[in-house]
């Protein structure tokens, strides 16, 4: 629960032993029918000592939810043990991101019992994620070439941040490695900024800028990506749009394209159905996407859902139409609307850690859409965490990068 305001409490509940023998001896299967699992009961053999302990720890468990949104009645708090013979708890039903962690005892007589519950603040708890959310396995052999790797084409002279940014929201989606191709003239500015990022300096047809001259040099390292990134920052020279168009339909892995390739193919749109294989994931703004699609932003604005469907089924990609709920539209059909409003990441450059986050997360074997619908959920999350604690203005883009891993990892413990 890294980043967000946390409640804590304590429950503590005593039973005598006796107690639960003499309701055993009364009510049998029906008694332990009611008030202990399938499971727990299995465990516990009637053991009235094992039993007594099971029931305290419950009541303790109940306590600490006292004064708070939920409830949890017995027979949805099932305690078994753990590997090491302690006990564990698990809450049958929507825990809201609560822990809970229990001891018990035994001592003249009586079954003694203590449960600590931590759970996010009513009001702090994230938004329920969509159907299509997913993070990518993380087995505990794996090693760099398990997470794959991403090569991401951007920066250029004075947007040198978009390129540190995206590589490195990459690194911490968990890619196995990150390859930023930037153009010479720029590359030691990166070199330095980008300490876990391979930055690599490639040819320029302009002071800072790349051009069909690194054409080669990109098509050689994309070889061995398994998820490619273009467009941070890449600026809008002649050549450098020229290098995207020719790009585009070559590139043989999963491909996101955002900002300035998006800019660079809005009057070649159709190029998109060149591609061959998985679908590219496009980015837009509804800026972006006006200039797209030929319509006016409010017309983008008034039917995200529809026009972004219609985009991904026309252009054979999976479209990404950014804002408040933002959208995601496959080209088979699928459309995830996330339930995020943040108005905290409406700052420079948030919009480059949410494309090197979703290309990052394909590049660990999850499919464009999946990706897609998995990134924004988790970018907007570290938003709205940030945005609790300093307000809904003032965000940096930079500060994403650091809450990226503490959601995904909340994410996994609330499975």
């Keep these: 629960m890294d980043g967000e305001a946390v409640l804590h409490r304590h429950g503590i509940d005593v039973l005598e032993i006796a107690?639960?023998?003499?309701?055993?001896?009364?009510?049998?299967?029906?008694?332990?029918?009611?008030?202990?699992?399938?499971?727990?009961?299995a465990e516990c053999g009637g053991v009235a000592a094992r039993l007594a302990g099971r029931w305290a720890a419950k009541e303790a468990v109940i306590k600490c939810f006292a004064a708070t949104p939920i409830c949890f009645p017995r027979r949805r708090i099932e305690v078994l043990s753990g590997p090491g013979g302690e006990p564990q708890v698990r809450l049958l039903g929507d825990a809201r991101g609560a822990r809970v962690q229990v001891t018990i005892t035994h001592d003249a007589g009586l079954a003694i019992a203590s449960a600590w519950l931590e759970m996010p603040?009513?009001?702090?708890?994230?938004?329920?994620?969509p159907e299509a959310v997913r993070l990518p396995e993380r087995p505990p052999d794996g090693h760099k070439g398990t997470f794959g790797t991403?090569?991401?084409?951007?920066?250029?002279?004075?947007l040198t941040g978009a390129a540190y940014l995206s590589a490195t929201a990459g690194v911490r989606a968990g890619a196995g490695l990150v390859r930023l191709l930037v153009a010479e003239g720029i590359y030691p500015i990166l070199a330095v900024k980008c300490t876990e990022?391979?930055?690599?300096?490639?040819?320029?047809?302009?002071?800072?800028?790349?051009?069909p001259t690194a054409l080669e040099a990109v098509e050689e390292h994309l070889r061995a990506a398994r998820a490619a990134l273009l467009g941070p920052g890449l600026g809008r020279h002649p050549a450098t749009w020229e290098?995207?168009?020719?790009?585009?339909?070559?590139?043989?892995?999963?491909?996101?394209?955002?900002?300035?390739?998006?800019?660079?193919?809005?009057?070649?749109?159709?190029?998109?159905?060149?591609?061959?294989?998985?679908?590219?994931?496009?980015?837009?703004?509804?800026?972006?996407?006006?200039?797209?699609?030929?319509?006016?932003?409010?017309?983008?604005q008034g039917a995200r859902h529809e026009i972004a469907a219609a985009a991904a089924r026309e252009w054979g990609a999976v479209v990404l139409l950014k804002g408040a709920r933002t959208v995601v539209a496959a080209p088979d059909g699928r459309l995830s609307e996330d339930p995020h409003e943040v108005p905290a990441l409406a700052s420079g450059g948030t919009g480059d850690v949410l494309g090197g986050l979703v290309a990052?997360?394909?590049?660990?074997?999850?499919?464009?859409?999946?990706?897609?619908?998995?990134?924004?959920y988790v970018h907007a999350e570290a938003g709205r965490r940030l945005q609790a604690r300093l307000g809904t203005a003032g965000l940096l883009a930079s500060e994403l990068l650091g809450e990226i891993p503490p959601v995904m990892k909340s994410m996994r413990e609330s499975g």
């Design 197 to 211: 990022a391979m930055a690599t300096p490639l040819p320029e047809d302009a002071p800072g800028a790349l051009g």
């Design 360 to 376: 990052g997360l394909i590049a660990q074997g999850l499919d464009p859409y999946t990706a897609a619908v998995t990134g924004v």
């Design 150 to 158: 991403v090569v991401v084409v951007a920066g250029s002279r004075g």
């Design 121 to 129: 603040e009513p009001g702090e708890r994230p938004p329920a994620p």
């Design 243 to 300: 290098l995207v168009r020719r790009l585009v339909p070559r590139v043989g892995c999963p491909l996101v394209l955002d900002a300035d390739a998006l800019n660079a193919l809005g009057e070649v749109h159709d190029r998109l159905d060149r591609l061959d294989g998985v679908p590219p994931v496009l980015t837009p703004h509804p800026g972006e996407m006006a200039r797209l699609t030929g319509r006016s932003t409010r017309e983008i």
């Design 19 to 41: 107690r639960m023998e003499t309701a055993l001896n009364r009510s049998g299967p029906g008694f332990l029918a009611r008030a202990f699992t399938p499971a727990e009961v």
